[in-house]
Structures are given as C-alpha cells and as structure tokens.
C-alpha cells in the first residue's frame, strides 16, 4: 500500500512503514528527529531502522487530520492542539510543515509524522494560523462543517495559549501563500477573512 506523498515514496510494507527519500538531508533530518522527539516523550511513530536512503518506523492506525476535517471533535482538536503545544515547548521552534496529513489521530491521540524539513523558529501562533488555513481549505472549503472544525481548533489553540489575533494574521498569510503555490483553485482573502471573523 502506498500512502499519498508528494515528495517522497511512503508504502506500508509487512506492517511498517517505509519512507524512501529524495533528499538524503531530509532523510537524515528526520531520522535524527524522531529519535529525539520519542526521547523527550512526544508521540511520534517509533523508528525501526534507518537504511542509505529510506527509513523504516512503526505504523499508526488511523486517520489523517485532513480525513476528519468535516467531522472534527472537541477531543480531536486538543489532541491536535496539546501535540503542537508540546512540540513547540519542548524543541523551542516551530512546527512548520504543518499540512494536516501530518497529523494522524488513532482514536485517543494525535501523533505527528515528517520531520524532514530544516527547522524554523518564530511565534507558535505561525503554525496555528497555517492548520487553520490548511483545514479550511481542503475541498470543499468553508462548509458548516469547516466553521465547526475552525471553532474547536481555535479554542483549542487558545486554551493553549495562542492570542487569537496572531493567528488570525498567520492564517490570511497562509491564505495568501496557498494562493501562489495552488495556481487556479485561489481563494479569496476576504472571504476567508470573513470566515475567520465569524469565527467563536
Ligand atoms: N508511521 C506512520 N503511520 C501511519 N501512516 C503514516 C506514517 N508515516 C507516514 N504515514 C502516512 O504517509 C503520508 C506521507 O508521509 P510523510 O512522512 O508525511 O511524507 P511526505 O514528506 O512525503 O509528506 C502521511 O501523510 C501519512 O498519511
Ligand atoms: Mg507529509
């Protein structure tokens, strides 16, 4: 079975999952972060081996965030939002590639995959602002359900101490950005002004 990926190659093989690399910086990236993150107790995927250009780690059952966009809970959204808070507690940085089939909920936790990014530091509102943006925007966007999903993430998000104008900033800057990188599907910066300001 092979997972949606766009840079690399992910398969589930024999009950572990493989990630094979184009880039070897990532792969040792990421390695090394995994290792670090599962030492200082967050939930990561356990790594099994490393091999020259893939690496092997524990498979979670369950589902991607972007999968439950539609039907997000009080109890997903505080896994999402303890996961991020801690992670940016405990590295001091920011979470960054935070598009959310990087996420996996399986049923009682959030577990975060693919570290193989360089790291940023910055406001943990950034990585906020960007899962919102993310969540609201995947097809179709802005639905009732969307506004539901939004409203847990961001008293979520609050309660873990992020000022709800800071990630309101990064979220239209995101906005902005997708707007760029997904040529011909843009979204509107008022609109998704709007929604966010209709916002709990
Ligand atoms: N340990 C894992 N357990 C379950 N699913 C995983 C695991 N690692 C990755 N996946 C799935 O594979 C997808 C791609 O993996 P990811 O590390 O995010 O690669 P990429 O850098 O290509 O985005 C994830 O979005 C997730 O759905
Ligand atoms: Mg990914």
Redo the contacts with the bound molecule.
């Keep these: 079975m092979r997972?949606?990926?766009?840079?690399?190659q992910?398969t589930l093989e024999a009950g572990e999952?493989v990630?094979r690399y184009k880039d070897l910086e990532g792969l040792r990236r990421e390695a090394w972060a995994l290792e670090y993150l599962s030492n200082l107790g967050l939930a990561v995927?356990p790594l099994l081996a490393v091999n020259e250009d893939s690496l092997r780690?524990?498979?979670?059952?369950?589902e991607?965030y972007e999968a439950l966009t539609e039907t997000m809970t009080v109890e997903m959204a505080i896994a999402l939002a303890q996961w991020l808070a801690d992670y940016q507690r405990m590295t001091g940085l920011l979470r960054g590639d935070v598009n959310l089939?990087?996420f996996?909920w399986t049923g009682q936790a959030c577990v975060g995959?693919?570290f193989?990014d360089p790291t940023i530091a910055g406001q943990g509102e950034t990585d906020m602002g960007k899962i919102l943006a993310y969540a609201v925007t995947y097809g179709p966007a802005f639905t009732v359900e969307k506004e539901q999903c939004a409203n847990l993430l961001l008293a979520a998000f609050s309660k873990t101490g992020g000022e709800r104008e800071k990630i309101r900033e990064a979220y239209l800057k995101e906005i902005g950005e997708m707007n760029h990188r997904r040529s011909g599907q843009s979204v509107e910066v008022a609109v998704a002004a709007l929604f966010f300001d209709g916002l709990k």
Excluded at 3 to 8: A, D, G, L, M, T
Excluded at 57 to 62: H, L, N, Q, S, T
């Design positions: 997972f949606i990926s766009k840079r690399n992910v999952v990630k995927p780690m524990e498979y979670i059952p369950g991607t089939r990087n996996l995959v693919d193989e």
